[in-house]
């Protein structure tokens, strides 16, 4: 099953239950979808999408794909690493991702499977992760990498979380869709070329792994979304560096999932 949150023309925004070939409508989902009242047959016009989910907390992991920590000369980690993204950077698919006024000059992309919690989770096993997750999304987090590593001087949320910095959908397509989340290609391709690519089974710490890791320290709400890591190929890894420029087009595609697109743009 798809889930999109949109704006209909009558109210919004709503969640719903989504088919792909009927892009112009969904039947709405009365209450969250992880905890529904009801899913009404009634279908209801979509006037725009937004991101799938509006997240309780946006938890993201760094240097989660080998080659990615090989690329940035920094070792594989014994444990997940952790830093926060504020839920005020999340936009939708089709929306614009603003490189901000007061700058950075520095913003690249991040193409990463992102995990949607539908139950309540603390102290959980890897075994019981699955029971926790409601679903899966595209993400993009991109970064001010000027403020993450100079600026701010490695504290990474502030370069991460810039107003439109966390592109997530098109839609959550649930867990039941998705046998192994663990071996999902994915990639991100910049003005129609390719820029990433890999698979999830590339990730140091599998999807569950991440779950019952990330309960250990702080409980998990349904709504919080997790982001698993990007692979290698970004930007400023690159010689010359490449970074995202009003204008351009950046796609975050993962197999079985879809494709987030967000066009670039400078902020008025």
Known sequence: MKIVRFVSKRKGPLYGVYDPRR?????????????????????????????????????????????HGEETALSAPSEPILFLKATSSVIGPGHPIELPAAGPDQVDYEAELAVVIGKTAKNITPEEAPDYIFGYTCANDVSARDWQFERQKDQWARGKSFDTFCPLGPWIVTKDEIDNPDDLAIRAVLNGKTVQKS???????????????????????????????????????????????????????IEKIGTLSNRVIAES
């Open 23 to 67: 892009p112009e409508v969904a039947n709405p989902i009365e209450g969250d979808p992880w905890n529904p009242r009801s899913v009404g047959d009634r279908e209801e016009q979509i006037e725009r999408l937004l991101a799938p989910v509006a997240p309780v907390n946006i938890l993201a992991l760094g240097i989660n794909y080998r080659k």
């Open 199 to 253: 698979r999830t089974s590339e990730m140091i710490f599998d999807v569950r792994t991440i779950v019952s890791r990330l309960s250990r320290s702080m409980t998990l709400h349904p709504g919080t979304v997790i982001l698993t890591g990007t692979p290698e190929g970004v930007g400023f890894t690159r010689r010359p560096p490449l970074f995202l420029q009003p204008g351009d087009d950046i796609r975050i595609e």
